[in-house]
Protein backbone atom coordinates (compact mmCIF):
# COMPACT_ATOMS: atom_id res chain seq x y z
CA UNK A 1 0.00 0.00 0.00
CA UNK A 2 1.13 3.57 -0.82
CA UNK A 3 0.80 6.15 1.56
CA UNK A 4 0.76 10.32 1.10
CA UNK A 5 -0.45 13.30 3.19
CA UNK A 6 -4.23 12.81 1.98
CA UNK A 7 -3.65 9.27 3.87
CA UNK A 8 -3.40 11.07 7.38
CA UNK A 9 -6.92 12.92 6.52
CA UNK A 10 -8.16 9.10 5.71
CA UNK A 11 -6.78 7.23 8.52
CA UNK A 12 -5.39 9.22 11.49
CA UNK A 13 -7.84 10.66 14.46
CA UNK A 14 -7.01 14.11 13.11
CA UNK A 15 -5.28 15.73 16.44
CA UNK A 16 -2.74 17.63 13.82
CA UNK A 17 -3.02 19.57 11.25
CA UNK A 18 0.79 18.32 9.73
CA UNK A 19 2.67 20.12 6.96
CA UNK A 20 2.15 19.10 3.60
CA UNK A 21 4.72 16.10 2.95
CA UNK A 22 5.23 12.84 4.22
CA UNK A 23 8.99 12.37 6.00
CA UNK A 24 10.99 9.48 5.67
CA UNK A 25 14.29 10.21 6.39
CA UNK A 26 16.82 11.95 8.29
CA UNK A 27 20.61 12.84 8.70
CA UNK A 28 22.13 15.42 11.09
CA UNK A 29 19.94 18.56 10.86
CA UNK A 30 18.33 17.84 7.60
CA UNK A 31 15.28 15.55 6.65
CA UNK A 32 13.67 14.10 3.85
CA UNK A 33 10.49 14.07 2.26
CA UNK A 34 8.87 11.05 -0.02
CA UNK A 35 9.83 12.64 -2.78
CA UNK A 36 13.50 13.30 -1.90
CA UNK A 37 12.78 17.14 -0.97
CA UNK A 38 15.54 18.23 1.82
CA UNK A 39 14.77 20.21 4.58
CA UNK A 40 16.62 21.87 7.51
CA UNK A 41 15.00 21.05 10.73
CA UNK A 42 14.91 23.98 13.50
CA UNK A 43 12.29 21.31 15.11
CA UNK A 44 14.41 18.47 15.77
CA UNK A 45 10.57 16.75 16.81
CA UNK A 46 9.93 19.52 19.34
CA UNK A 47 13.31 20.07 21.41
CA UNK A 48 13.38 15.86 21.08
CA UNK A 49 16.24 14.87 18.67
CA UNK A 50 19.17 17.36 20.59
CA UNK A 51 22.02 15.02 18.66
CA UNK A 52 20.05 15.17 15.41
CA UNK A 53 18.60 12.71 12.84
CA UNK A 54 20.37 9.35 13.32
CA UNK A 55 23.38 10.54 15.16
CA UNK A 56 26.00 7.73 14.38
CA UNK A 57 26.70 7.05 18.49
CA UNK A 58 22.68 6.93 18.67
CA UNK A 59 22.52 4.44 16.18
CA UNK A 60 25.10 2.23 17.56
CA UNK A 61 23.88 2.05 21.43
CA UNK A 62 19.94 1.22 19.95
CA UNK A 63 21.47 -1.79 17.69
CA UNK A 64 23.94 -2.93 20.12
CA UNK A 65 21.00 -2.97 22.75
CA UNK A 66 18.21 -4.10 20.45
CA UNK A 67 21.08 -7.06 20.78
CA UNK A 68 21.09 -7.39 23.87
CA UNK A 69 18.02 -6.53 25.94
CA UNK A 70 15.02 -4.10 25.03
CA UNK A 71 12.68 -4.19 27.70
CA UNK A 72 12.74 -6.41 31.29
CA UNK A 73 9.31 -4.12 33.05
CA UNK A 74 10.44 -2.82 36.79
CA UNK A 75 10.16 -5.93 38.43
CA UNK A 76 13.34 -6.40 37.80
CA UNK A 77 16.16 -4.29 37.29
CA UNK A 78 18.92 -4.12 34.78
CA UNK A 79 22.43 -2.92 34.45
CA UNK A 80 21.33 0.39 31.70
CA UNK A 81 18.92 1.81 33.58
CA UNK A 82 20.99 1.55 37.31
CA UNK A 83 23.24 3.26 34.84
CA UNK A 84 21.13 6.11 34.14
CA UNK A 85 19.82 6.81 37.18
CA UNK A 86 23.50 6.61 38.80
CA UNK A 87 24.25 9.41 36.21
CA UNK A 88 21.47 11.37 36.40
CA UNK A 89 21.78 11.76 40.05
CA UNK A 90 24.93 12.56 40.26
CA UNK A 91 24.98 14.79 37.71
CA UNK A 92 22.10 16.91 39.02
CA UNK A 93 22.97 16.58 42.83
CA UNK A 94 19.54 14.73 43.44
CA UNK A 95 19.11 11.78 45.20
CA UNK A 96 16.44 9.74 43.63
CA UNK A 97 14.97 9.13 39.93
CA UNK A 98 11.57 7.75 38.72
CA UNK A 99 11.32 6.68 34.87
CA UNK A 100 8.79 7.42 32.92
CA UNK A 101 7.91 7.48 28.91
CA UNK A 102 7.02 11.16 28.46
CA UNK A 103 6.78 14.49 29.98
CA UNK A 104 3.23 14.33 30.57
CA UNK A 105 3.68 10.83 32.24
CA UNK A 106 6.68 12.85 34.09
CA UNK A 107 4.59 15.76 35.88
CA UNK A 108 2.24 13.10 36.45
CA UNK A 109 4.43 11.52 38.60
CA UNK A 110 5.54 14.81 40.26
CA UNK A 111 2.23 16.15 41.12
CA UNK A 112 1.02 12.72 41.99
CA UNK A 113 3.85 12.14 44.12
CA UNK A 114 3.65 15.97 45.72
CA UNK A 115 -0.02 15.40 46.96
CA UNK A 116 1.13 11.91 48.48
CA UNK A 117 4.23 14.12 50.18
CA UNK A 118 1.26 16.75 51.63
CA UNK A 119 -0.86 13.59 51.99
CA UNK A 120 1.17 11.35 54.51
CA UNK A 121 2.52 14.57 56.50
CA UNK A 122 0.06 17.60 56.84
CA UNK A 123 -3.72 14.98 55.91
CA UNK A 124 -5.74 15.10 53.24
CA UNK A 125 -6.97 18.62 53.37
CA UNK A 126 -3.31 19.96 51.76
CA UNK A 127 -4.28 19.22 48.06
CA UNK A 128 -3.99 22.48 46.32
CA UNK A 129 -1.61 22.71 42.90
CA UNK A 130 -0.52 26.45 41.99
CA UNK A 131 0.36 26.54 38.30
CA UNK A 132 0.89 29.57 35.82
CA UNK A 133 -1.05 30.90 33.01
CA UNK A 134 0.33 29.67 30.00
CA UNK A 135 1.80 26.99 31.29
CA UNK A 136 2.55 23.77 29.27
CA UNK A 137 2.82 20.69 31.48
CA UNK A 138 1.04 17.61 29.12
CA UNK A 139 -1.68 15.81 27.86
CA UNK A 140 -2.96 13.49 31.03
CA UNK A 141 -5.95 14.95 32.34
CA UNK A 142 -4.19 15.47 35.31
CA UNK A 143 -1.33 17.42 33.68
CA UNK A 144 -3.71 19.36 31.25
CA UNK A 145 -5.90 20.14 33.83
CA UNK A 146 -2.89 22.36 35.94
CA UNK A 147 -1.70 23.45 32.58
CA UNK A 148 -2.19 26.66 32.60
CA UNK A 149 -3.79 26.60 28.61
CA UNK A 150 -8.05 26.78 29.13
CA UNK A 151 -8.37 25.45 25.44
CA UNK A 152 -6.71 22.13 25.89
CA UNK A 153 -8.53 20.94 29.05
CA UNK A 154 -12.06 22.54 27.59
CA UNK A 155 -14.66 20.00 26.83
CA UNK A 156 -12.85 16.88 29.48
CA UNK A 157 -14.06 17.58 32.44
CA UNK A 158 -14.55 17.01 35.22
CA UNK A 159 -11.14 17.91 35.58
CA UNK A 160 -9.36 16.87 38.98
CA UNK A 161 -10.08 19.37 41.82
CA UNK A 162 -7.13 21.10 44.13
CA UNK A 163 -6.10 23.05 40.85
CA UNK A 164 -5.61 27.02 40.66
CA UNK A 165 -4.29 29.35 38.10
CA UNK A 166 -2.12 32.37 38.53
CA UNK A 167 -0.80 34.87 36.40
CA UNK A 168 2.58 33.78 35.59
CA UNK A 169 5.17 35.95 37.16
CA UNK A 170 2.93 38.00 39.59
CA UNK A 171 4.68 38.03 43.11
CA UNK A 172 1.48 39.55 44.71
CA UNK A 173 -1.30 37.06 43.33
CA UNK A 174 0.61 34.37 45.08
CA UNK A 175 1.31 35.38 48.08
CA UNK A 176 -2.36 36.57 47.87
CA UNK A 177 -3.50 32.34 47.00
CA UNK A 178 -0.56 29.96 48.62
CA UNK A 179 -1.23 29.09 51.97
CA UNK A 180 -1.25 26.23 54.08
CA UNK A 181 -3.30 24.15 51.91
CA UNK A 182 -0.79 24.28 48.85
CA UNK A 183 1.21 21.05 48.33
CA UNK A 184 3.07 21.89 45.15
CA UNK A 185 3.39 25.24 42.83
CA UNK A 186 4.70 23.88 39.19
CA UNK A 187 6.31 26.11 36.72
CA UNK A 188 8.98 25.88 33.93
CA UNK A 189 11.90 27.93 33.79
CA UNK A 190 11.07 29.29 30.29
CA UNK A 191 7.28 28.74 29.41
CA UNK A 192 8.15 26.36 25.76
CA UNK A 193 4.89 25.85 24.36
CA UNK A 194 3.09 29.15 25.92
CA UNK A 195 5.16 31.48 23.81
CA UNK A 196 9.01 30.75 25.35
CA UNK A 197 7.96 33.24 28.43
CA UNK A 198 11.04 33.14 30.68
CA UNK A 199 10.22 33.23 34.56
CA UNK A 200 11.50 36.55 36.27
CA UNK A 201 13.97 35.71 38.66
CA UNK A 202 12.82 37.79 41.48
CA UNK A 203 9.50 35.95 41.31
CA UNK A 204 11.56 32.69 41.26
CA UNK A 205 13.47 33.51 44.32
CA UNK A 206 9.73 34.04 46.02
CA UNK A 207 7.91 31.35 44.98
CA UNK A 208 11.16 29.45 46.69
CA UNK A 209 10.65 31.36 49.66
CA UNK A 210 7.07 31.02 49.71
CA UNK A 211 6.98 27.08 49.38
CA UNK A 212 9.09 26.69 52.00
CA UNK A 213 7.13 29.00 54.19
CA UNK A 214 3.90 26.59 53.68
CA UNK A 215 5.51 23.64 53.17
CA UNK A 216 4.69 23.05 50.02
CA UNK A 217 7.09 21.43 47.34
CA UNK A 218 8.46 23.38 44.29
CA UNK A 219 8.39 21.41 41.28
CA UNK A 220 10.34 22.53 37.69
CA UNK A 221 8.62 21.16 34.90
CA UNK A 222 11.88 20.98 32.85
CA UNK A 223 10.88 18.87 30.02
CA UNK A 224 12.08 21.36 27.15
CA UNK A 225 14.34 23.59 28.85
CA UNK A 226 16.10 20.47 30.11
CA UNK A 227 18.74 18.64 28.42
CA UNK A 228 20.58 20.95 27.58
CA UNK A 229 18.40 23.03 25.63
CA UNK A 230 19.37 26.76 27.50
CA UNK A 231 23.10 26.06 27.72
CA UNK A 232 23.06 24.04 31.00
CA UNK A 233 22.29 20.36 31.34
CA UNK A 234 19.10 21.53 33.23
CA UNK A 235 18.15 25.65 32.61
CA UNK A 236 17.81 25.63 36.90
CA UNK A 237 21.53 25.36 37.05
CA UNK A 238 21.54 29.16 35.81
CA UNK A 239 19.71 29.96 38.90
CA UNK A 240 22.45 29.41 41.09
CA UNK A 241 23.45 32.97 41.65
CA UNK A 242 19.91 33.96 42.97
CA UNK A 243 18.76 34.58 46.57
CA UNK A 244 22.18 35.51 47.84
CA UNK A 245 23.95 32.77 46.05
CA UNK A 246 21.86 30.38 47.90
CA UNK A 247 20.72 29.38 44.28
CA UNK A 248 17.38 28.30 43.46
CA UNK A 249 16.54 24.29 43.46
CA UNK A 250 13.39 22.53 42.87
CA UNK A 251 12.22 19.77 45.02
CA UNK A 252 11.17 17.83 41.95
CA UNK A 253 12.49 18.80 38.80
CA UNK A 254 10.67 16.53 35.39
CA UNK A 255 12.16 15.46 32.43
CA UNK A 256 11.47 14.30 29.00
CA UNK A 257 11.71 15.07 25.47
CA UNK A 258 16.02 15.19 24.42
CA UNK A 259 16.39 13.30 27.88
CA UNK A 260 17.33 10.16 24.70
CA UNK A 261 17.38 11.81 21.61
CA UNK A 262 14.23 10.54 20.04
CA UNK A 263 13.53 6.95 22.17
CA UNK A 264 10.72 7.76 24.58
CA UNK A 265 11.86 8.17 27.80
CA UNK A 266 10.73 10.74 30.85
CA UNK A 267 12.20 11.13 34.22
CA UNK A 268 11.63 13.04 37.70
CA UNK A 269 14.72 13.99 40.18
CA UNK A 270 14.33 14.44 44.11
CA UNK A 271 15.28 14.21 47.26
CA UNK A 272 15.72 11.11 49.08
CA UNK A 273 13.11 12.45 51.91
CA UNK A 274 10.60 13.33 49.02
CA UNK A 275 10.85 9.87 47.26
CA UNK A 276 10.36 8.29 50.65
CA UNK A 277 6.83 8.74 49.88
CA UNK A 278 6.21 6.67 46.71
CA UNK A 279 6.31 3.37 48.23
CA UNK A 280 6.38 -0.15 47.16
CA UNK A 281 2.77 -0.18 44.84
CA UNK A 282 1.78 3.40 44.92
CA UNK A 283 3.13 4.38 41.31
CA UNK A 284 4.64 2.36 38.57
CA UNK A 285 5.03 1.98 34.63
CA UNK A 286 5.60 -0.97 32.77
CA UNK A 287 8.04 0.21 30.21
CA UNK A 288 9.13 3.32 31.99
CA UNK A 289 13.02 3.30 32.31
CA UNK A 290 13.11 0.91 29.49
CA UNK A 291 17.20 -0.46 28.81
CA UNK A 292 16.90 0.73 25.40
CA UNK A 293 15.52 4.11 26.17
CA UNK A 294 18.45 4.29 29.13
CA UNK A 295 21.14 3.24 27.21
CA UNK A 296 20.45 5.88 24.79
CA UNK A 297 20.11 8.48 27.96
CA UNK A 298 23.72 8.03 28.84
CA UNK A 299 24.78 8.87 25.56
CA UNK A 300 22.63 11.95 25.67
CA UNK A 301 23.80 12.88 28.85
CA UNK A 302 27.49 12.45 28.54
CA UNK A 303 27.52 13.86 25.00
CA UNK A 304 25.41 16.87 25.90
CA UNK A 305 26.76 17.43 29.89
CA UNK A 306 30.62 18.26 28.47
CA UNK A 307 31.18 21.70 28.73
CA UNK A 308 32.43 22.46 25.60
CA UNK A 309 29.12 20.68 24.55
CA UNK A 310 26.96 23.21 26.03
CA UNK A 311 29.33 26.29 25.17
CA UNK A 312 28.33 25.17 21.64
CA UNK A 313 24.49 25.16 22.56
CA UNK A 314 24.67 29.03 24.22
CA UNK A 315 27.01 29.89 20.64
CA UNK A 316 24.52 28.56 18.12
CA UNK A 317 21.47 30.42 20.43
CA UNK A 318 23.43 33.56 20.15
CA UNK A 319 24.34 33.22 16.49
CA UNK A 320 20.83 32.57 15.53
CA UNK A 321 19.44 35.53 17.73
CA UNK A 322 21.89 37.81 15.82
CA UNK A 323 21.10 36.67 12.26
CA UNK A 324 17.13 36.45 13.52
CA UNK A 325 17.62 40.84 14.66
CA UNK A 326 19.57 41.17 11.07
CA UNK A 327 16.32 39.65 9.27
CA UNK A 328 14.17 41.91 11.60
CA UNK A 329 15.73 45.00 10.15
CA UNK A 330 15.33 43.85 7.14
CA UNK A 331 11.29 42.88 7.46
CA UNK A 332 10.16 44.61 10.62
CA UNK A 333 8.03 41.35 11.82
CA UNK A 334 9.12 40.83 14.62
CA UNK A 335 8.17 42.54 18.15
CA UNK A 336 10.51 40.50 20.41
CA UNK A 337 13.17 37.83 20.57
CA UNK A 338 13.19 35.33 23.62
CA UNK A 339 14.37 32.52 25.13
CA UNK A 340 17.70 30.86 26.14
CA UNK A 341 20.59 28.45 24.16
CA UNK A 342 18.42 26.58 21.57
CA UNK A 343 15.24 27.55 22.95
CA UNK A 344 14.42 30.80 20.78
CA UNK A 345 10.99 32.83 20.53
CA UNK A 346 10.63 35.27 18.07
CA UNK A 347 7.54 37.24 18.70
CA UNK A 348 5.57 38.58 15.81
CA UNK A 349 4.80 42.01 15.55
CA UNK A 350 0.94 43.82 15.26
CA UNK A 351 0.79 43.93 11.83
CA UNK A 352 1.42 39.92 11.44
CA UNK A 353 -0.42 38.52 14.70
CA UNK A 354 -2.37 35.24 14.64
CA UNK A 355 0.02 34.56 11.40
CA UNK A 356 2.55 32.39 12.94
CA UNK A 357 0.78 29.02 11.29
CA UNK A 358 1.13 30.74 7.66
CA UNK A 359 4.73 31.95 8.31
CA UNK A 360 5.49 28.09 9.26
CA UNK A 361 3.98 26.71 6.32
CA UNK A 362 5.74 29.32 3.85
CA UNK A 363 9.28 27.86 5.64
CA UNK A 364 7.94 24.29 4.77
CA UNK A 365 7.46 25.41 1.63
CA UNK A 366 11.16 26.98 1.05
CA UNK A 367 12.98 23.95 2.93
CA UNK A 368 12.82 24.86 6.59
CA UNK A 369 11.27 23.35 9.18
CA UNK A 370 9.82 25.47 12.37
CA UNK A 371 7.56 25.08 15.60
CA UNK A 372 5.01 28.10 16.69
CA UNK A 373 4.37 28.46 19.92
CA UNK A 374 0.75 29.96 19.85
CA UNK A 375 -0.63 32.33 16.98
CA UNK A 376 2.24 35.05 17.14
CA UNK A 377 5.29 33.02 18.02
CA UNK A 378 7.96 31.48 16.04
CA UNK A 379 9.41 28.79 17.82
CA UNK A 380 12.81 27.44 16.93
CA UNK A 381 14.72 24.45 19.22
CA UNK A 382 17.10 22.93 16.25
CA UNK A 383 18.86 19.89 17.28
CA UNK A 384 21.80 21.24 19.68
CA UNK A 385 24.45 19.89 17.18
CA UNK A 386 23.62 22.25 14.76
CA UNK A 387 26.63 24.33 13.19
CA UNK A 388 27.35 28.03 12.17
CA UNK A 389 26.77 26.95 8.30
CA UNK A 390 23.87 24.62 9.18
CA UNK A 391 22.37 28.53 10.75
CA UNK A 392 23.58 30.33 8.03
CA UNK A 393 21.93 27.97 5.52
CA UNK A 394 18.75 27.97 7.83
CA UNK A 395 18.59 31.91 8.14
CA UNK A 396 18.96 32.14 4.03
CA UNK A 397 15.80 29.86 3.59
CA UNK A 398 13.94 32.02 6.54
CA UNK A 399 15.30 34.88 4.82
CA UNK A 400 12.96 34.19 1.82
CA UNK A 401 10.12 32.77 3.62
CA UNK A 402 9.55 35.76 5.47
CA UNK A 403 9.88 37.70 2.53
CA UNK A 404 6.70 35.63 0.53
CA UNK A 405 5.37 36.20 4.63
CA UNK A 406 5.53 39.99 4.30
CA UNK A 407 4.93 40.76 0.74
CA UNK A 408 1.45 38.59 0.95
C1 LIG B 1 6.37 18.69 25.77
C2 LIG B 1 6.12 19.11 27.17
C3 LIG B 1 5.39 18.31 28.06
C4 LIG B 1 4.70 17.04 27.60
O1 LIG B 1 5.59 16.05 27.21
P1 LIG B 1 5.03 14.76 26.41
O2 LIG B 1 6.24 13.93 26.22
O3 LIG B 1 4.42 15.26 25.15
O4 LIG B 1 4.02 14.13 27.29
C5 LIG B 1 5.29 18.71 29.36
N1 LIG B 1 5.85 19.86 29.78
C6 LIG B 1 6.55 20.66 28.97
C7 LIG B 1 7.17 21.89 29.51
C8 LIG B 1 6.69 20.31 27.63
O5 LIG B 1 7.36 21.12 26.80
Redesign the pocket.
Known amino acids: MTVSRQTFDQVMIPCYVPQNMVLERGEGCYLYDTEGKRYVDLSAG??VNCLGHNHPEVVKTISAQAQRLIHVSNIFVNDKTLTLAQELTSLTGFDKVFFTN????A?EAALKLARRVAYDNFGAEKDEIISFSHS????TLF?VSVGGQAKYSTGFGPTPSGITHLPFNDCAALERTISDKTCAVIL?PIQ??GGILPVDPEFLVQVRALCDKFHALLIF?E??TGVGRTGSFYAFEQFKDLNGGKGVRPDILSS??GLAAGIPI?AILTTDEIAAHFKPGTHGSTFGGNPLACAVGSVVLHTVSAPDFLTHVSAMGQLIRDQLTALNDKYHCFKELRGKGLLIGAELSEPFHDQSGKLQQLCTEHGLLVLVAGPNVLRLTPPLIITASVVTEAMTLLDQALQAFTAQ
Not at 102 to 105: I, K, N, P, R, T
Not at 136 to 139: I, L
Request: glycine letters at 20%; charged letters at 30%; hydrophobic letters at 30%.
Open positions: IASGAENFHGRSEGEDVQAKG
